[in-house]
């Protein structure tokens, strides 16, 4: 073999050119030059998933098996999760001999009733990508009249164990190993037979995503990107005031705003500017019948995308996203109100959907209602609900012979 043969560059030739070419130089996008390395990544993403289920859905023949519809993560297409409960109708006793440790009275797990019903909460993954597999570690969070095996602080056990598989040395230390189309158990329920309100189960999963393609980047750096800040520099934005060119006043306290960010977030506040209004002319603006702390996390969230006080303010919340199109606001409403629905206040939440034209909020209203229509008949809020919305009766009959409900 000649020295010539011996040295030939064992690369592949440049794309779209033959190993005859004249042409020396090789294709500045596949080839790193001196002094340049390559860098490959494998995120870690977060993805969750509220089920709510008829508790009449559980009862039938011996270990049932239901699913949810699937879900998936923005950042992710090739991959979709399902959670499945695995009920088992036999009855269990709570006084009988074989217990399971875990269902003993402790001073954080309330005793069990009588008879109760043993549901095994699972999540799968699905793809259309041949011989995937997914390492993932996931944490189960159930309404509170369910007894659970899992700790009260697991779900939140998945985010700090995320932190640790990103940025630490331990990457796949405590994840598990999943198939497509193959069920894992994360954790088992003990329902109260006779209860006959839904269901929830919340399922928060965080998983490794396919390796990213490698990418250039200098020689000799130890790269490490900076995390993006644009939240807090919109939140300080908002604050400072800076660069403002109108005002929004509310409840006798005022804001400093731009207006460029609120119409690119709301198509009302942006009818609003663009026309000749009055808003327009004299760049400000008084919202009326919002209290001072609605409009400051209403601000915060079209200036940051995250807002607090979900749970406090949710139906006030709710109203003001509604009235100004901020749909994924009004949604998260809708999920914090429809979580925390009862026999108590079902009527109001039922009122509170139908004004503000929330279709799931509604459904949720009503599957209580209907759960616990003997409780709610007769009261203050249902007589309120036949003398002011009349219609939503036929909703609420509609939900209890479980027929089509009218629009």
């Known amino acids: 073999m000649s020295s010539e043969d011996s040295c030939s560059d064992p690369r592949p030739p440049p794309r779209g050119r033959g190993r005859d070419s004249k042409v020396s130089s090789w294709d500045r996008e596949d080839v790193c030059l001196d002094g340049e390395w390559s860098f490959t990544s494998r995120p870690l993403l977060h993805v969750s998933h509220t089920w709510v289920l008829e508790r009449r859905a559980l009862m039938g023949c011996e270990w049932t098996l239901l699913t949810s519809r699937r879900f998936g993560s923005r950042q992710d297409d090739d991959v979709t999760w399902t959670v499945s409960l695995e009920v088992d109708t036999g009855l269990v006793r709570s006084s009988s001999s074989s217990e399971p440790a875990v269902l003993r009275p402790t001073d954080t797990v309330k005793p069990l009733p009588a008879l109760v019903l043993q549901a095994r909460v699972c999540v799968a993954f699905g793809t259309g990508v041949a011989h995937k597999r997914v390492f993932f570690k996931a944490a189960l969070r159930a309404q509170e009249e369910a007894v659970r095996v899992d700790e009260s602080a697991a779900a939140q056990a998945v985010l700090d164990a995320a932190g640790e598989y990103a940025f630490g040395d331990r990457a796949l230390v405590g994840m598990t190993r999943l198939d497509p189309h193959r069920r894992e158990c994360i954790g088992t329920l003990y329902l109260v037979e006779s209860d006959l309100a839904p269901v929830t189960v919340r399922v928060d999963i965080a998983y490794f995503a396919d390796v990213e393609e490698a990418r250039p980047g200098p020689a000799g750096v130890s790269l490490r990107v900076p995390p993006c800040s644009l939240s807090a520099d919109m939140e300080a934005l908002l604050a400072d005031g800076q660069l403002a060119d109108a005002v929004l006043a509310a409840d006798g306290r005022e804001w400093r705003v731009h207006k460029a960010i609120l119409a690119a977030r709301s198509s009302v506040?942006?009818?609003?500017?663009?026309?000749?209004?009055?808003?327009?002319?004299?760049?400000?603006?008084?919202?009326?019948?919002?209290?001072?702390?609605?409009?400051?996390?209403?601000?915060?969230?079209?200036?940051?995308?995250?807002?607090?006080?979900?749970?406090?303010?949710?139906?006030?919340?709710l109203a003001v996203a509604d009235r100004y199109a901020l749909p994924r606001l009004k949604a998260l409403c809708e999920e914090e109100l429809a979580r925390s629905v009862s026999d108590d206040n079902a009527l109001d939440v039922l009122l509170t959907a139908d004004l503000h034209s929330a279709r799931e909020l509604r459904l949720a209203a009503l599957q209580c209602i209907s759960s616990n229509i003997h409780k709610v008949l007769g009261t203050a809020a249902w007589r309120e609900l036949v003398s002011l919305r009349p219609h939503l009766l036929e909703q609420v009959l509609a939900t209890c012979v479980n027929h089509p409900i009218p629009e």
């Open 269 to 317: 506040f942006a009818a609003m500017f663009k026309h000749d209004m009055a808003e327009s002319k004299s760049s400000r603006v008084t919202v009326g019948d919002v209290s001072a702390d609605v409009l400051d996390q209403v601000l915060r969230y079209m200036y940051t995308g995250k807002v607090d006080h979900i749970r406090v303010l949710g139906a006030d919340l």
